[in-house]
């Protein structure tokens, strides 16, 4: 079996000794080693890859994006419409954007956002707590890590409210569906958390009209992808108050440049596109058992 990794903006030693470790007998190239222009690859393991390792390959059976997002692979000229594309469901991740979600609920839910501020005036304030479980979290997005999230906060004993554009199976929570309830939704969601991905329907979606829906002093946690929000918009919600705070990790064009005003403004919060990393061993397992399911010819194709 002939595989080729690359993910030339993170490690890629780990993807590898995670293949070698799990798969020990296959072919196993880095992009930027391979020197013959007759070795053609049958699965490419991409992260965020060149657009002419597209163009070289041409024998592939199938991509996997070592990730939960696709869009910055759609967006390569060359990529083949043509080739089964796979990406990570949870393969570990969901683990990780939990805590990073509890962590807005918590930060801002028990006012340590206050805290923060009382402890620099040196005042000694109780703030007046209401029982976090009686707020809405309303998760929107149930591709595999909403599905996860929401049900572990459910399980936890929250309000959980999910929302996306078709009707998910087996959830335990409430779920609002399609375009008609998103107002309806967004006006019954203290706590926002955004997991959507960034295509051309999500665009934007969270615009100045639909951020004015939130109820007044509401917080938005946003770890999908930050073109879902009109991020002047938001801002504008932040500074004047009508939301309470916004823990955010991703941004519409990333880096988040220097001197835009996320970074300075006081009630946000800004992380660096760390909520949920990709993990190597569970990412390559995952990836083994679809490449499995492909030579067995099933046909789970995502
Ligand atoms: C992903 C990400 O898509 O880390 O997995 O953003």
Same mark, same amino acid.
């Given at each position: 079996?002939?595989?080729?990794?690359?993910?030339?903006?993170?490690?890629?030693?780990?993807?590898?000794?995670?293949? =070698?470790?799990?798969? #020990?007998?296959?072919?196993?190239?880095?992009?930027?080693? &391979?020197?013959?222009?007759?070795?053609?690859?049958?699965?490419?393991?991409?992260?965020? %890859?060149?657009?002419?390792?597209?163009?070289?390959?041409?024998?592939?059976? $199938?991509?996997?994006?070592?990730?939960?997002?696709?869009? $910055?692979?759609?967006?390569?000229?060359?990529?083949?419409?043509? /080739?089964?594309?796979? *990406?990570?469901?949870?393969? !570990?991740? +969901?683990?990780?954007?939990?805590?990073?979600?509890?962590?807005?609920?918590? @930060?801002? +839910?028990?006012?340590?956002?206050?805290?923060?501020?009382?402890?620099?005036?040196?005042?000694?304030?109780?703030?007046?707590?209401?029982?976090?479980?009686? =707020?809405?979290?309303?998760?929107?997005?149930?591709?595999?890590?909403?599905?996860? &999230? +929401?049900?572990?906060?459910?399980?936890? +004993?929250?309000? &959980?409210?999910?929302?996306?554009?078709?009707?998910?199976?087996?959830?335990?929570?409430?779920?609002?569906?399609?375009?008609?309830?998103?107002? !309806?939704?967004?006006?019954?969601? @203290?706590?926002?958390?955004?997991?959507?991905?960034?295509?051309?329907?999500?665009?934007?979606?969270?615009?100045?009209?639909?951020?004015?829906?939130? #109820?007044?002093?509401?917080?938005?946690?946003?770890?999908?992808?930050?073109? /879902?929000?009109?991020?002047?918009?938001?801002?504008?919600?932040?500074?004047?108050?009508?939301?309470?705070? $916004?823990?955010?990790?991703?941004?519409?064009?990333?880096?988040? %440049?220097?001197?835009?005003?996320?970074?300075?403004?006081?009630?946000?919060?800004?992380?660096? @596109?760390? $909520?949920?990393?990709?993990?190597?061993?569970?990412?390559? *397992?995952? &990836?083994?058992?679809?490449?499995?399911?492909?030579?067995?010819?099933?046909?789970?194709?995502?």
């Amino acid at each position: 079996m002939k595989i080729l990794l690359s993910t030339p903006e993170t490690d890629q030693g780990t993807y590898l000794s995670a293949l =070698k470790k799990y798969c #020990p007998y296959a072919d196993i190239r880095i992009w930027q080693d &391979v020197k013959e222009t007759d070795w053609q690859a049958e699965y490419a393991l991409v992260w965020k %890859p060149k657009n002419d390792l597209f163009l070289h390959q041409k024998s592939l059976v $199938a991509i996997f994006n070592l990730g939960a997002g696709i869009d $910055a692979l759609e967006k390569l000229p060359d990529l083949p419409q043509k /080739v089964p594309l796979f *990406k990570l469901r949870d393969a !570990g991740m +969901g683990q990780w954007m939990l805590e990073y979600i509890l962590y807005g609920l918590i @930060h801002f +839910g028990r006012h340590f956002d206050r805290y923060q501020r009382h402890q620099n005036g040196g005042n000694w304030h109780p703030e007046n707590t209401r029982n976090l479980q009686e =707020k809405r979290i309303g998760i929107l997005g149930l591709g595999p890590l909403g599905q996860y &999230v +929401g049900k572990c906060l459910y399980e936890m +004993g929250y309000t &959980v409210v999910g929302w996306s554009r078709s009707l998910k199976d087996d959830l335990p929570f409430e779920q609002s569906t399609g375009m008609q309830s998103l107002n !309806g939704f967004l006006a019954q969601s @203290h706590f926002l958390v955004n997991l959507l991905p960034a295509n051309d329907d999500t665009y934007h979606l969270l615009n100045a009209d639909r951020l004015m829906r939130l #109820p007044r002093d509401s917080v938005v946690i946003s770890c999908g992808r930050g073109s /879902v929000f009109d991020e002047h918009a938001l801002l504008l919600q932040l500074q004047t108050r009508h939301l309470r705070g $916004a823990l955010l990790d991703v941004f519409e064009h990333e880096p988040l %440049p220097k001197g835009h005003p996320f970074w300075a403004q006081q009630n946000i919060i800004v992380t660096p @596109h760390i $909520a949920a990393p990709t993990q190597a061993d569970d990412a390559i *397992k995952q &990836v083994l058992a679809d490449i499995l399911d492909i030579e067995l010819g099933g046909d789970q194709l995502y």
